[in-house]
């Protein structure tokens, strides 16, 4: 990953947080806020809108886990938590909480740098997925207001369904509006005038 990335770290222990702080600088990438506890890393993050978030999962006030929870419930960050140990408890809570990529203690550059692409490369896959459910979403929605529309057209005018679907189309194009747009309207008038 040649993009340099707006990193926030936060590590309670000096040395530790010196090591990760070096390693990010020495693969390219900016620190743009330091905390040492949890609640200090979710206001920075709500603040600063870092690339990453570097994150040990032991500390003071509230835990990194925790910390990237209520960071994700208000803005979807990449994460990496940082472990002194290897816990399939805490790696389950972990992956629940959304973090992308998990390092046990000491961390070094060959570490940090592999686990910075996965993260980054899961992330965007996430809001890719999160865009293609959205327009899934928007389509599902617009394919409602459609047949709706349709259905209006076909009593009212006493046609089949592709004749309503052909008339919806003619309508759009002679008025360059969306098909969506036409079909709104259409449920619109028919609510007016059937008060």
Not at 43 to 64: F, T
Request: glycine share 4%; charged share 30%.
């Amino acid at each position: 990953m040649k993009e340099a990335l707006k990193v926030l770290v936060a590590e309670d222990e000096y040395l530790v947080m010196m090591g990760i702080k070096s390693s990010l600088e020495k693969l390219g990438h900016q620190i743009i806020a330091e905390a040492t506890d949890g609640k200090m890393a979710v206001e920075l993050a709500l603040q600063e809108h870092p690339d990453l978030i570097v994150m040990d999962i032991n500390m003071p006030n509230l835990d990194g886990i925790e910390a990237i929870n209520a960071i994700n419930e208000q803005l979807v960050v990449p994460s990496i938590i940082v472990s002194g140990y290897s816990d399939n408890d805490l790696l389950k809570r972990a992956t629940e909480a959304g973090v992308f990529a998990y390092l046990v203690k000491p961390v070094d550059v060959k570490e940090l740098q592999p686990a910075i692409n996965i993260a980054m490369t899961r992330f965007k896959e996430f809001i890719e997925l999160n865009r293609e459910l959205q327009d899934t979403k928007n389509a599902l929605k617009a394919r409602k207001y459609i047949e709706r529309a349709k259905g209006i057209l076909m009593d009212t005018l006493n046609i089949n369904e592709d004749e309503a679907m052909k008339r919806l189309q003619k309508k759009s194009r002679d008025n360059n509006k969306k098909l969506l747009v036409i079909a709104k309207e259409i449920i619109k008038a028919h609510q007016i005038l059937s008060k």
